[in-house]
């Protein structure tokens, strides 16, 4: 066992890579042996082509699993050499159409007899050693087609980031995270006010200091959200600056700083949680909602000093 073995499923993409190049560098050999100028990345567009007669370029890509680049090379290659030709499709000219050439049908008649030796080779190499390779190849293609692998691991980490999440109450040396999360959310989705500027220069001296709290959502050091319970009477208080980092956005992680945010202002005494939101935040409103905040018109204790919003809602705590 070499080292590449030893790593397992942790090379994966290395193991089929170089499989891959040891079949392509062998059927290159045949190709020579036979002296036909024939390259192996061109067989299954040859196929292609024999089968469909006359494709689009986007087609060849998505039959392929090609890039459309790397399908645009390939082609560029096979008509230098004259083995296939192209021409506009007459009912839409930006499509290209692609087909054998003479030469190039000459060619794969000619490879005919090859290529059946090739089939016949490798169904004897997957009787003798795997079966059923190309069905599990099929699962996997059809697993990452569902979901791909830089989806997986990136939720992954993703998760592994969230099952270490706890909160904090806010300290000096989280100024600029609470600047930056906040700023950020607010240039997305509407703007910085000069009241915003205010609150997120200072945010000990604006809220800390009246009786308000400040609290960060934090995983291995890095801070993920924030929110603000900013005093309004003894009774009452307003959810503010309240936004995730964009890459933790859709994970639920809003309802648990809420749960979170519900918990604090009863620990703090007070009967009931104000917010602003905006009918573009469909989907910040849409969580409010589901977490039992309504509608408010007649609570003129909280004013919107920031002049941008247009629905004011309240939760009632500590009945």
């Given at each position: 066992m070499n080292f590449i073995e030893e790593l397992g499923t942790l090379a994966l993409g290395s193991r089929i890579k170089n499989l891959s190049e040891l079949l392509i560098r062998d059927m290159a050999k045949v190709y020579k042996d036979h002296n036909v100028n024939f390259e192996p990345r061109w067989f299954t567009f040859f196929q292609l082509m024999l089968h469909r007669k006359e494709v689009s370029v986007t087609e060849i890509a998505r039959e392929l699993n090609q890039t459309h680049p790397a399908a645009v090379q390939v082609i560029k290659v096979l008509e230098k050499k004259k083995l296939i030709f192209s021409r506009k499709d007459d009912s839409d000219h930006r499509r290209r159409l692609v087909s054998l050439s003479?030469?190039?049908?000459?060619?794969?008649?000619?490879?005919?007899?090859?290529?059946?030796?090739?089939?016949?080779?490798?169904?004897?190499?997957?009787?003798?050693?795997?079966?059923?390779?190309?069905?599990?190849?099929?699962?996997?293609?059809?697993?990452?087609?569902?979901?791909?692998?830089?989806?997986?691991?990136?939720?992954?980490?993703?998760?592994?980031?969230?099952?270490?999440?706890?909160?904090?109450?806010?300290?000096?040396?989280?100024?600029?995270?609470?600047?930056?999360?906040?700023?950020?959310?607010?240039?997305?989705?509407?703007?910085?006010?000069?009241?915003?500027?205010?609150?997120?220069?200072?945010?000990?001296?604006?809220?800390?200091?009246?009786?308000?709290?400040?609290?960060?959502?934090?995983?291995?050091?890095?801070?993920?959200?924030?929110?603000?319970?900013?005093?309004?009477?003894?009774?009452?208080?307003?959810?503010?600056?309240?936004?995730?980092?964009?890459?933790?956005?859709?994970?639920?992680?809003?309802?648990?700083?809420?749960?979170?945010?519900?918990?604090?202002?009863?620990?703090?005494?007070?009967?009931?949680?104000?917010?602003?939101?905006h009918h573009k935040l469909e989907e910040a409103t849409q969580l409010y909602y589901k977490m039992g905040f309504k509608d408010v018109k007649d609570q003129s204790d909280l004013v919107d000093k920031t002049g941008r919003c247009s629905m004011k809602l309240k939760l009632t705590i500590n009945q």
């Open positions: 003479r030469k190039g049908k000459t060619l794969a008649a000619d490879l005919e007899l090859l290529w059946r030796e090739v089939q016949i080779t490798a169904e004897d190499l997957l009787t003798e050693s795997a079966p059923d390779l190309l069905d599990q190849i099929a699962e996997v293609e059809k697993a990452l087609t569902h979901k791909t692998i830089y989806q997986r691991i990136n939720d992954r980490l993703a998760q592994s980031l969230i099952e270490e999440l706890k909160f904090v109450a806010f300290e000096d040396k989280y100024l600029e995270d609470f600047k930056e999360l906040n700023e950020d959310w607010l240039k997305t989705y509407l703007e910085i006010t000069d009241y915003d500027k205010q609150i997120l220069s200072d945010p000990i001296k604006k809220i800390i200091q009246k009786d308000g709290k400040i609290c960060l959502l934090v995983s291995r050091d890095e801070v993920i959200g924030t929110f603000a319970l900013q005093k309004i009477s003894d009774q009452t208080c307003e959810l503010s600056k309240f936004t995730i980092k964009r890459k933790y956005r859709g994970r639920k992680l809003g309802q648990r700083m809420i749960e979170h945010a519900v918990g604090e202002a009863k620990i703090m005494g007070f009967h009931s949680i104000l917010l602003f939101t």
